[in-house]
């Protein structure tokens, strides 16, 4: 059984402040609506939200779950926080994200979209080097700055790519 909504940032900017009343998000969201729509910060406040940590175990687990999929190279801080505390909380993740609809599409875990009708089909993804083809490892941490980085053969950039 859920319990609660995890609410991911699309939710904090587009739903009324009534529905977001109750739900869980993660502290780094804050800085992401000051940057993305500092306005809105004020009408988030007002929500009665609550703003929680992922324990290092549900961190852990969040981790094994992105690297086996590949996504863990698409995803921010904040991403992999709120799949962390969704796993935690066995929450509902509230996301229009379709990297973390995979993730959660292929952990069992329960979602639902804010605006858009979600994802179709489910994708694993690869690190590929866009010059000679070799496959990087996943990594094992978010990516927050989307630098994926270089080939340790040939330096050109590394670029995901899904698996058919």
């Known amino acids: 059984m859920a319990s609660g909504e995890v609410l991911d940032t699309a939710a904090l900017l587009a739903w009324p402040v009534e529905r977001m009343r109750g739900g869980f998000v993660v502290p780094g969201q804050r800085s992401e609506l000051v940057r993305i729509s500092p306005d809105r910060e004020l009408a988030v406040e007002a929500a009665d939200l609550n703003w929680e940590t992922p324990s290092e175990d549900a961190l852990a687990i969040a981790r094994d779950l992105a690297t086996s999929t590949g996504d863990m190279a698409g995803l921010s801080n904040v991403d992999f926080e709120l799949l962390a505390l969704t796993l935690e909380r066995g929450a509902i993740l509230v996301t229009d994200d379709y990297r973390l609809q995979n993730l959660c599409e292929l952990g069992g ?7 858009t009708e979600g994802i179709r089909s489910m994708w694993s993804w690869e690190l590929r080097c866009s010059g000679c083809g070799w496959v990087a490892d996943a990594p094992k941490n978010p990516n927050s700055d989307r630098n994926l980085g270089n080939c340790r ?4 950039e590394l670029a995901l790519r899904r698996l058919r």
């Open 109 to 115: 875990i329960a979602w639902s979209s804010v605006k």
């Open 153 to 156: 053969d040939c330096g050109s």
